[in-house]
């Protein structure tokens, strides 16, 4: 597979995703259907009945190859077992509840549901249509043996030695070593007297090793040398030589066309499938005339943004116009330590051909909604299904909260949770020499106002991305010598240079906060969010029983 689809086609797959979160694990929910009697093994068997429905094996299993056509395979795996069916009839009847409440309670009937309903929908007509699309890709016979023919190399095992090495610190007792052997000492003894490698006990004895796997210039020396006969000293790095051998070699082989004919097929259907998402979106751009102003588009790499820029258009399509900050609130999800890598190089194109990829596949849904409903006719149902249950969801949930007066109880009876070590925030400036750091410093006394601009400039941390901020640590955090001279240093005056294992470094404090308990407002958010999703379920847990009291639930678990 080729770089660039390898690229585009994590892309078409994180669009896929995106859009494939609107469908819930239950592809499709219970129907109703009135009561009859049933036969244990049969698709009749009733294993759930609510007031005048009931929920058969026929409509159970149905719900449950859905689920295994749309689920993560060990959640499948954990399904099929015994406890699994079980729980999946649970969650079965439940839905099945939730669905005949919510329609009891007509919130289907508001305008804020048919809107919901009407975008889920949308989303989802989008993604079934690339889904078929994509499905739709096949790979001929010919085509599979075609390429096979042509990239035999890259399906031929490697050679394999089976090895024998030496390794010492400098090249002159390799020389000595290597003497001792030509002297007449067996190589293992050798080895298991002097080696320093983790295969000093076994005589220096490594098995087979493929030609691949191992330093080039140790798979020269093999190729070079004839069976049973030692090299000489190897240099692998300026405190590491070797002297090596090899008892055996095995000869690779070409796999066979049958054992790698299935990954090569599913490797050029992956390509075939890329080719054919990238030129629906270009089909797209097309009929909805998209364009991209490349010049603005460069401007979302910078850290930040000034007014105008944030104004600026970014792209047109379909008589719309759209902002770099519209795009920009979707670029704040992704956390600002790995933005820079996110957006480096090609990242930023990726960016935006996933977002506008998304944007347009969700705007042909919308132009051609009835067009695409009458293809896909169980999707209107299904999703409806889906979004009543969360209707009743948001119900239920959403008028739960946690007061300030339990947030205060739990915080007065959890003091120990709270307590915050003693914190440092500092500033610093690494270099790998001693001259540039002193260097540094001498400036930096004359002109104080310049450190985080030598930071960008001159530090090899990271943190020189952000002016050398590294901002709150704690105490053990840090490398001894770094965290003792931070403790001393006078708040605001820059010191060093200090040396520690990573190099010499400028320090500037800006300040310390002893250990002690953090107070009642910093922490307050943290504790209501810790409360709430456990009052949620408590109530949760209390509206599922008197649902099942009300429609009279009984299940029937031991006809699975």
């Known amino acids: 597979m080729k770089l660039d689809h390898q690229r585009f086609y994590a892309l078409f797959v994180l669009l896929i995703c995106s859009m494939f979160s609107v469908v819930d694990c239950f592809a499709q929910q219970a129907e109703l259907v009135p009561m009859m009697p049933g036969v244990k093994g049969n698709p009749s068997d009733v294993l759930a009945e609510l007031s ?120 002159d007792k390799a020389e000595a070593l290597l003497k001792e052997i030509n002297g007449g000492k067996s190589f293992v003894e050798v080895a298991k007297a002097s080696s320093i490698d983790g295969s000093k006990e076994n005589g220096g004895d490594r098995g087979f090793v493929n030609i691949d796997e191992i330093a080039p210039e140790i798979s020269a020396a093999l190729s070079a040398l004839e069976k049973d006969k030692v090299s000489a000293p190897i240099s692998i790095a300026d405190d590491l030589y070797l002297i090596v051998k090899y008892t055996e070699k095995k000869a690779g082989v070409v796999k066979d066309y049958d054992t790698v004919s299935s990954q090569i097929r599913r490797d050029l259907a992956g390509d075939k499938q890329v080719e054919t998402f990238k030129a629906e979106i270009e089909r797209l751009k097309k009929v909805y005339n998209f364009s991209l102003n490349k010049e603005v588009a460069e401007t979302i790499r910078k850290e930040s943004l000034t007014e105008a820029e944030l104004n600026a258009i970014l792209a047109k399509y379909d008589g719309h116009e759209i902002k770099v900050s519209e795009l920009y609130k979707e670029l704040e999800q992704i956390p600002t330590f790995i933005r820079p890598q996110v957006l480096g190089g090609e990242g930023l194109n990726d960016f935006l051909d996933q977002h506008f990829a998304r944007v347009l596949s969700l705007l042909d849904a919308e132009k051609n909604y009835e067009t695409y409903s009458k293809e896909n006719p169980s999707v209107i149902s299904d999703v409806t299904r889906r979004t009543l249950v969360k209707a009743l969801f948001d119900k239920v949930l959403n008028p739960v909260t946690v007061s300030d007066t339990e947030i205060k109880e739990y915080y007065n009876k959890n003091l120990s949770n709270f307590a915050s070590p003693a914190l440092i925030h500092a500033h610093h400036i690494l270099v790998k020499e001693e001259a540039e750091a002193k260097t540094i410093m001498a400036t930096l006394e004359k002109e104080p106002a310049k450190f985080e601009e030598i930071a960008k400039t001159s530090s090899t941390c990271p943190s020189g991305r952000q002016g050398g901020d590294l901002g709150q640590f704690a105490e053990g955090q840090m490398v001894a010598e770094f965290e003792n001279a931070c403790k001393t240093a006078e708040i605001g005056k820059v010191i060093g240079p200090v040396k520690t294992q990573f190099g010499y470094h400028i320090i500037r404090v800006d300040s310390r906060t002893p250990a002690g308990t953090m107070k009642l407002e910093e922490v307050q958010d943290n504790i209501r969010s810790q409360l709430l999703p456990q009052k949620q379920k408590e109530v949760f847990d209390a509206y599922v029983e008197a649902l099942r009291k009300e429609f009279n639930v009984k299940v029937y678990q031991e006809n699975l």
């Open 52 to 171: 005048d429905m009931k929920i058969t094996r026929e409509l159970y299993d149905k719900e449950l190859n859905a689920f295994k056509q749309v689920a993560q395979p060990q959640a499948v795996a954990q399904v099929i077992t015994p406890e699994g069916r079980k729980d999946f009839l649970r969650q079965l009847v439940e839905v099945t509840m939730f669905q005949k409440k919510a329609q009891l309670e007509n919130l289907d009937k508001t305008d804020e549901f048919k809107k919901e309903l009407h975008n889920a929908v949308t989303a989802v007509l989008s993604m079934e249509r690339i889904k078929k699309m994509l499905e739709k890709v096949t790979v001929d016979e010919a085509d599979v043996k075609k390429f096979y023919e042509a990239n035999k190399k890259a399906y031929t095992e490697p050679d394999q030695y089976h090895i024998f090495q030496i390794s010492t610190d400098t090249k």
